[in-house]
T-cell receptor, first 109, second 115 residues
Framework: RKEVEQDPGPFNVPEGATVAFNCTYS??????FFWYRQDCRKEPKLLMS???SGNEDGRFTAQLNRASQYISLLIRDSKLSDSATYLC??????????FGKGTKLSVIP | DVKVTQSSRYLVKRTGEKVFLECVQD?????MFWYRQDPGLGLRLIYF???????EKGDIPEGYSVSREKKERFSLILESASTNQTSMYLC??????????????FGEGSRLTVL
């Protein structure tokens, strides 16, 4: 069975804090990696793709370590609006996507 | 913008009833998916389709069937609803890129309660 494991959470952090989420995957044939964000009672939406070289989008940095089969997401200077569940998604093909169970983040004033 | 529309946001059905959940996308995507999402279990794939009239079982197909007669429409059918099918159902689509998964676009979800 192809598994994607995420930090159990929940993470409760103060505004302005830096928080990191981790994700491990078991399928070594995985080709594409993503972080999705899901707000309460809403559908998931793509936050960012994760590339081998690592990538950054504003306060968000994603890293991939293929050798260790490990993905991370770093959020700097947390905002209240960052409160959501973050889903790690790993794909071995166009329709072979496996979701982690998600990590809930609450940013506290 | 991609739009994925699910026919019903909230449904309440009785045990044994037949339930249809419809999903329509407007971006000519090849792949369409049905997931269910339950607390503590995450998103689990029920069925997916990579072309008209083509369907493949996901991780939890038991108790469900699907239909894809047109490229833009993918229906999930519960032949005889049971209480353990109470869940949030999410439809998603993406473009077929072979070995590489394109961004998944989700509908707003259909919350089904079976009494």
């Amino acid at each position: 069975r192809k598994e994607v494991e995420q930090d159990p959470g929940p993470f409760n952090v103060p505004e302005g804090a830096t928080v990191a989420f981790n994700c491990t995957y078991s399928n070594s044939a995985s080709q594409s990696f993503f972080w999705y964000r899901q707000d309460c009672r809403k559908e998931p939406k793509l936050l960012m793709s994760v590339y081998s070289s690592g990538n950054e989008d504003g306060r968000f940095t994603a890293q991939l370590n293929r050798a260790s089969q490990y993905i991370s997401l770093l959020i700097r200077d947390s905002k209240l609006s960052d409160s959501a569940t973050y889903l790690c998604v790993v794909s071995a093909g166009s329709y072979q996507l496996t979701f982690g169970k998600g990590t809930k983040l609450s940013v506290i004033p | 913008d991609v739009k994925v529309t699910q026919s019903s946001r909230y449904l309440v059905k009785r045990t044994g009833e037949k339930v249809f959940l419809e999903c329509v996308q407007d971006m000519d995507h090849e792949n369409m998916f049905w997931y269910r999402q339950d607390p503590g279990l995450g998103l689990r794939l029920i069925y997916f389709s990579y072309d008209v009239k083509m369907k493949e079982k996901g991780d939890i197909p038991e108790g469900y069937s699907v239909s894809r007669e047109k490229k833009e429409r993918f229906s999930l059918i519960l032949e005889s609803a049971s209480t353990n099918q109470t869940s949030m159902y999410l439809c998603a689509t993406n473009r077929d890129r072979g070995d590489w998964a394109g961004e998944l676009f989700f509908g707003e979800g259909s919350r089904l309660t079976v009494l």
